[in-house]
């Protein structure tokens, strides 16, 4: 599989949707010997498959059960041994987790709990597949009591008994995986395998809106409850499978349909004004309260959706698209909750209309507010840089070497201080580290999201953490600050101080000093999921020996590897600005051939894929806002695109696109909308020219083209043929930046 050396850099990151999972080649492993397994993930879903290594025989796992990481293993001799945290960790908080197995003990380190079982080993020892946020199919676990629902949420540094995994090598299968971090959506759907509840602050006035959908094949349930001083005063239920409304100004309403609880999406609205409150259940209005301005709401600071306190009778199914005031309630907000699955529907009740009904689109506009001329985000004016620091992080093992170490000797080694502001999304990497010939050592790094300044004079290491909350892609100033053996680490404006043993000096340090980033080797007493490169802008830069003047990085003979000018706003991807990128300098279209990318272009037209040998070709590419691609086998040429209903492309939106020619069937798919087309005659595309992406050079025929205008926009997880495209070192002509994405 051909990776993106990128990925590398941002420490193997990667997103699961819960459909998703990762096979990497096979591992050996023997519960005789030590292994050990760590581990980032960040989640709100409570349940998931985080790792499984095993076969039919012996496994090692661990997942997400109701919110609790459960580690579980067989040995192949003694049966099925399990260890669970002590707490829940579906916080959608980025949490490490150790697991080791050694001398007959199965430890899981979590904040630095360790919940331990003793097993009875074997010598046996097997080469087991290995999977990360799920599995191929139920087949490949062999224990009913280990789950196979796919993980969601972000996975990354992830460390497999002495080497690290990324998701760029050694993987063998996958499926819709997504590489990097994906930053957190809002939470529209929850669904509620059991009783439970979702508590939030959502409060209504005298007049309000409110919309929900929801799908169960249970007769009764609590839907929506608001609850003040223990008297409900306003409370949408399921009973015998209707819908009843109950208010503290009326009797219940009933809706006058018959079986909500068919299995099959529906959804409620429910409109206050000043003098009427009216109910409506699947558009149709089952009842009207015409004395509702003497309804005088007792406002509770609280609602509960899907249960609530007392007798409430718990919802069994799936609730989404809560709308208060056509505002849509995002569940990430919650405040308490209770066996609740987010961004996915558990049930599988092989109802016809498996979505929310479209209606509720009319009252909020998910999509966009552009006019079908008019693209959310234009090509820009300038270069997508400013002089505010260095850019850390676009290449692997990114880094500032400085090679002067007169500051140590200049009073450093006694005590000064290391200042720098940062800004950054990443929740781990290194920013300034020293080391020496002895156990002597310097280093400022990030770890969860927090700085923390570590040094030993000679007596053991101290190790100072700020709570301060950093990879918010805000600036943070950082004041490391040492005097003899008494450390104070100060971000923002916040302070914490640390001290051990006597020792006054850190000697024998060795250059270079490294700030952003270090080679792989050794280093001392920094977290594995720590030491990697640093993803982010650094400025204001410095070192102040002894109370003496600061020294700048240039003050310090600095060697600058992988970096560059501080950017602004940016995500992963290929900006393309008026040329081409080289995907492979030979392609062969032939009998079958697949490319598969997602792209936000900011142009309703441009050549997004070609390949071309004559009058045989291959192109895919935007024409007045909608996509196509046009093929042809040296016959006349057949096109097919996709006509998403008014959907505009150009929305600043990530959107997904898929060509897929089988034989003589080509298929075009555009965020789930396919379309197709048969070629005629020959069943084969020879070509054996370049595959361009984003536009063809000018000195290229382009009648096999329709968009009159160059193509300007991202794109980025490009695939040929199943195999993930490495962009870095790719041939380009033209304004391309292979690495980044501008976001404005």
Request: with cysteine; glycine share 8%; net charge negative.
């Amino acid at each position: 599989m051909a990776v993106d050396e990128k990925y590398k850099a941002s420490k193997g990151k990667a997103t699961f949707t819960g459909k998703s999972f990762a096979q990497f080649e096979k591992i050996k492993l023997s519960f005789n010997n030590s292994y050990r397994v760590e581990l980032t993930f960040k989640s709100n879903s409570l349940n998931g498959l985080l790792f499984y290594i095993g076969d039919q025989n012996m496994f090692y796992a661990v997942s997400l059960r109701e919110g609790y990481i459960i580690l579980q293993l067989n040995s192949g001799t003694s049966g099925y041994v399990e260890v669970v945290s002590t707490s829940k960790h579906n916080t959608g908080i980025s949490t490490f987790i150790e697991t080791v197995v050694y001398n007959n003990v199965a430890t899981l380190t979590i904040g630095g709990i360790q919940n331990r079982q003793s097993y009875t080993s074997s010598s046996e020892e097997a080469e087991l597949p290995f999977y990360i946020g799920g599995v191929h199919s139920q087949e490949d676990v062999s224990q009913s009591n280990v789950t196979t629902q796919g993980f969601i949420g972000c996975i990354q540094n992830v460390y497999v008994d002495g080497s690290t995994r990324v998701f760029s090598e050694g993987v063998v299968k996958y499926s819709s995986l997504a590489l990097g971090c994906i930053p957190e959506q809002p939470i529209g759907l929850i669904g509620f395998p059991k009783a439970g509840y979702v508590k939030m602050p959502i409060t209504i006035d005298v007049e309000f809106t409110l919309l929900l959908s929801f799908r169960t094949v249970k007769t009764s349930g609590t839907l929506f409850t608001m609850v003040p001083n223990e008297i409900t005063s306003l409370a949408v239920r399921i009973v015998d499978s209707n819908i009843v409304v109950e208010t503290s100004i009326e009797a219940d309403w009933r809706s006058a349909q018959q079986n909500v609880s068919d299995g099959n999406w529906h959804f409620i609205r429910l409109e206050k004004t000043a003098r009427k409150l009216d109910l409506f259940l699947d558009d149709d209005n089952f009842g009207r309260v015409d004395k509702a301005n003497n309804w005088i709401i007792d406002v509770a600071e609280y609602s509960y959706i899907g249960g609530g306190p007392g007798n409430s009778e718990p919802f069994i199914g799936c609730i989404s698209d809560f709308v208060i005031n056509n505002q849509v309630q995002d569940f990430v907000n919650e405040v308490e909750e209770k066996n609740v699955e987010h961004r996915i529907c558990p049930f599988t009740y092989g109802a016809a209309n498996a979505i929310p009904p479209e209606k509720l689109e009319e009252v909020v506009d998910t999509t966009s507010t552009a006019a079908p001329e008019t693209c959310a985000l234009l090509p820009p004016s300038g270069e997508g840089t400013t002089d505010e620091g260095i850019q850390f992080g676009d290449e692997e093992n990114s880094r500032i070497e400085l090679n002067d170490i007169s500051v140590f000797k200049n009073g450093l080694s006694r005590s000064g201080s290391i200042k720098m502001a940062i800004k950054t999304t990443q929740e781990a990497g290194i920013l300034y580290y020293a080391n020496s010939t002895k156990r002597d050592f310097l280093s400022v790094y990030l770890a969860n999201g927090k700085v923390v300044f570590s040094f030993d004079c000679g007596e053991g290491p101290i190790v100072i953490i700020n709570p301060t909350y950093v990879s918010d892609g805000s600036w943070h100033k950082i004041d490391a600050y040492r005097k003899s053996m008494v450390g104070t680490l100060t971000v923002d404006d916040s302070s914490f101080s640390g001290t051990n043993g006597t020792a006054k000096d850190i000697n024998r340090i060795l250059a270079p000093q490294y700030v952003g980033g270090i080679l792989q080797q050794s280093i001392k007493y920094v977290p594995l999921s720590s030491q990697v490169s640093f993803v982010g802008c650094i400025k204001d830069f410095s070192i102040t020996p002894n109370k003496k003047t600061p020294v700048t990085l240039a003050d310090q003979s600095p060697q600058r590897v992988g970096v560059s000018a501080c950017r602004g706003p940016s995500e992963q991807g290929v900006f393309i600005h008026d040329g081409y990128v080289i995907l492979d300098q030979n392609v062969n279209v032939g009998k079958n051939f697949v490319a598969a990318f997602q792209m936000k272009p900011r142009v309703t037209e441009g050549v997004l894929l070609s390949v071309r040998t004559g009058d045989k070709f291959l192109v895919v590419e935007m024409t007045e806002g909608d996509v196509y691609v046009r093929a042809s086998n040296s016959q006349e040429p057949f096109e097919t695109s996709t006509n998403l209903l008014g959907k505009i492309l150009c929305d600043g939106q990530w959107h997904s696109v898929k060509v897929e020619k089988i034989r003589h069937v080509i298929d075009l798919t555009v965020d789930g909308v396919v379309t197709s087309v048969k070629l005629k005659n020959a069943k084969s595309i020879r070509t054996d020219d370049p595959l361009y992406i984003g536009g063809i050079p000018d000195t290229e025929p382009g009648d096999h083209i329709n968009s009159a205008k160059a193509f300007v926009g991202c794109l980025r997880d490009i695939t040929i043929n199943g195999d993930l495209i490495a962009m870095d070192g790719k041939e380009s002509s033209g304004k391309i930046s292979l690495n980044f994405c501008p976001l404005d």
